[in-house]
């Protein structure tokens, strides 16, 4: 099995409400899709994701690696062999990990699909049954997350993520009014997006939430400041989480050594798709630290990909990939039974792309590769 054509359709995928993070504010979400086919006519779908604030990538530059370096040299590569699909993809370009995730992501989909298989079987088999889904707020006035927080519960959601980091008082303020909204027995998980900075903020935002009992804390201070961390982690008694932090194996290295948090979020569009995110968790699994699966605000085609390295770790402890949640119209089909997901057993990623909703929100179109490429 050889790949012969690599497709690509920069979409935006269209939010019920606005996504506002600490650092940004979203309308939509624009996207780059992949359709890799290979010889045989077997089809796989990958997805890319670009944050600008966390990989360095955008829709655009995403785009073009994937045109002009990584798609050129994957033509003729077997899908199959993904060690070297990512030791071809690193040795061309260092990082821009969301394009390498697309890729990797469209292989794992179509060698389920030649085999058989449901993508979670080729990475060691199922291990949970279903995992509960979290609702995440975005960044409002401290009523509107209330009474959003609320309307979830009251839905089935059984935990609630709060996005905040604008300043320590208002912060405050929003997870006290959550908190009253849905009473002291709800999880409220509290996501700071880097934005208290440093740890002195840190610990000053912590010991005034102090009596609202959070579940934990993630990523309260700037990506790279591990020894900030080390120093939050051993003052507060609320679990800390990682994720801006840690992209691929060096800073997963750093965090293990250091034990700089108790908690990591993991990502594919951080470290590059499912078979380096699959090495993560076993590094984090070494060290005993917990892991969960994460999510740009992704479709279903890349929120099944999380969730099948999820569905096959045991160290995954809770997942948050509620993109197709959040959009008004979706390529995909990942079917939530809310407040659980549970994957079906069909081949590949388990998703159906519905090219003519793919058509309609196909921003612009690129071929790598089919009857026209000249062979290596």
């Avoid at 939010?15 to 309308?27: A, E, G, M, N, T």
């Avoid at 071809?88 to 990990?97: G, K, S």
């Avoid at 002291?184 to 880097?194: A, G, L, M, S, T």
Wanted: aromatic share 6%; with cysteine.
């Amino acid at each position: 099995m050889r790949i012969e054509k690599i497709e690509l359709f920069a979409i935006r995928l269209p939010l019920k409400v606005p996504f506002i993070v600490s650092y940004h504010r979203y309308d939509d979400m624009p996207s780059v899709i992949v359709k890799l086919t290979t010889e045989c006519g077997h089809v796989g779908y990958g997805e890319a994701v670009a944050d600008e604030h966390v990989t360095g990538e955008s829709l655009d530059s995403t785009i073009s690696v994937i045109r002009h370096v990584l798609g050129p040299l994957l033509i003729g590569e077997n899908p199959m062999q993904m060690e070297r699909i990512h030791d071809v993809m690193d040795r061309a370009i260092r990082d821009v990990p969301a394009a390498k995730a697309a890729l990797d992501i469209a292989c794992h989909d179509v060698v389920g699909k030649k085999l058989g298989l449901p993508v979670y079987d080729l990475l060691g088999g199922r291990y949970h049954d279903a995992f509960s889904v979290t609702h995440v707020l975005s960044i409002g006035e401290p009523e509107a997350m209330a009474a959003e927080a609320r309307e979830q519960i009251e839905q089935g959601y059984t935990a609630v993520k709060m996005k905040v980091g604008v300043d320590v008082a208002s912060d405050v303020r929003r997870v006290e009014a959550v908190r009253r909204a849905v009473g002291p027995d709800v999880p409220i998980r509290v996501d700071v997006n880097q934005g208290w900075v440093n740890a002195a903020k840190t610990l000053q935002a912590m010991q005034q939430l102090e009596p609202f009992h959070i579940d934990w804390v993630e990523q309260p201070v700037k990506a790279d400041d591990f020894e900030g961390m080390v120093e939050v982690k051993g003052k507060i008694s609320v679990p800390l989480m990682i994720d801006e932090g840690v992209r691929g194996m060096t800073e997963m290295r750093r965090l293990t050594m250091m034990q700089a948090a108790h908690k990591v979020n993991i990502k594919l569009m951080k470290c590059g798709g499912i078979y380096p995110a699959k090495k993560l968790v076993h590094m984090a699994e070494m060290s005993g630290i917990e892991c969960q699966i994460g999510s740009m605000v992704e479709s279903s085609v890349a929120s099944s990909a999380g969730f099948h390295v999820a569905f096959s770790s045991k160290i995954v402890q809770s997942v948050e990939l509620t993109g197709p949640l959040r959009f008004a119209e979706d390529i995909g089909n990942l079917m939530y039974d809310l407040p659980f997901i549970r994957l079906s057993d069909g081949p590949g990623l388990g998703v159906d792309v519905d090219e003519a909703v793919l058509s309609r929100l196909t921003t612009a179109t690129y071929v790598v590769g089919g009857a026209d490429h000249v062979a290596r």
